[in-house]
T-cell receptor, first 113, second 113 residues
């Protein structure tokens, strides 16, 4: 079935470092792809999304490009801040009926000042 | 605009006790979901509701029941809690139609002793 695989964490970076969190997917067709972020003690928030191949989603300095050739949707940010410390989840719709999301296992990012 | 709200935020139960987790959304969304989040496993779908009065099982429905009495509210009930149900529970909603974006509540952290 459709699924996502994302890199293991935790990822520890210094402030202003470049961030990449890898996400690859397995899917029939070309579903929408999502990145959600979970700050400590909070629920998940939509960070960005892309609805078709070659689309680039962006928000708050984060970007991810939907690449069907490599079945990837890697999350990047050019200069991370301490406030970006959170857990990041890659996701896609589980099926065509319920449209529930299936999530990767999450990648914890810790940014040090 | 409160979005998706959940009560309670925290709960401790003894094995065998019952409780209901409440969820409400004020975005006039059609679809609602219950997920559980366990360490290192992302989120897994428990139950889904496409509209008022309809529900459908997800990946891990055993030990749970749900109720969608109206468009706003979607409750999750544990009839006889077990330690394996210790988890963080998230409710989410989706407008339906042509969007897959889901909006999440802040979560309920449940511990079963």
């Amino acid at each position: 079935g459709d699924s996502v695989t994302q890199m293991e964490g935790p990822v520890t970076l210094s402030e202003e470092a470049f961030l990449t969190i890898n996400c690859t997917y397995t899917a029939t067709g070309y579903p929408s792809l999502f990145w959600y972020v979970q700050y400590p003690g909070e629920g998940l928030q939509l960070l960005l999304k892309a609805t078709k191949a070659d689309d680039k989603g962006s928000n708050k300095g984060f970007e991810a490009t939907y690449r069907k050739e490599t079945t990837s949707f890697h999350l990047e940010k050019g200069s991370v801040q301490v406030s970006d410390s959170a857990v990041y989840f890659c996701a896609l719709p589980l099926d065509t009926g319920r449209r529930a999301l299936t999530f990767g296992s999450g990648t914890r990012l810790q940014v040090q000042p | 605009n409160a979005g998706v709200t959940q009560t309670p935020k925290f709960q401790v139960l003894k094995t065998g006790q019952s409780m209901t987790l409440q969820c409400a959304q004020d975005m006039n969304h059609n679809s609602m979901y219950w997920y559980r989040q366990d360490p290192g496993m992302g989120l897994r779908l428990i139950y889904y509701s496409a509209s008022e009065g309809t529900t459908d099982k997800g990946e891990v429905p055993n030990g749970y029941n749900v109720s969608r009495l109206n468009k706003r509210e979607f409750s999750l009930r544990l009839e006889s809690a077990a330690p394996s149900q210790t988890s963080v529970y998230f409710c989410a909603s989706r407008q339906g139609f042509d969007t897959d974006t889901q909006y999440f509540g802040p979560g309920t952290r449940l511990t079963v002793l």
